[in-house]
């Protein structure tokens, strides 16, 4: 039981960086938007 609750925290803080990568990248468009 830890050891699958360990693998559901993993996938969990995957998907969450994963979104954060996602806001990354979009405010890196915004920026150069604004540069050109």
């Known amino acids: 039981m830890k ?3 360990e693998k559901k ?3 969990k803080m995957k998907k969450k960086k994963k ?3 996602k ?3 979009k ?3 915004r ?3 604004n540069y050109s």
């Open 3 to 5: 050891e699958r609750m």
């Open 9 to 11: 925290k993993k996938t």
């Open 19 to 21: 979104k954060k990568k």
């Open 23 to 25: 806001k990354k990248k």
């Open 27 to 29: 405010t890196e468009i």
């Open 31 to 33: 920026r150069m938007n």
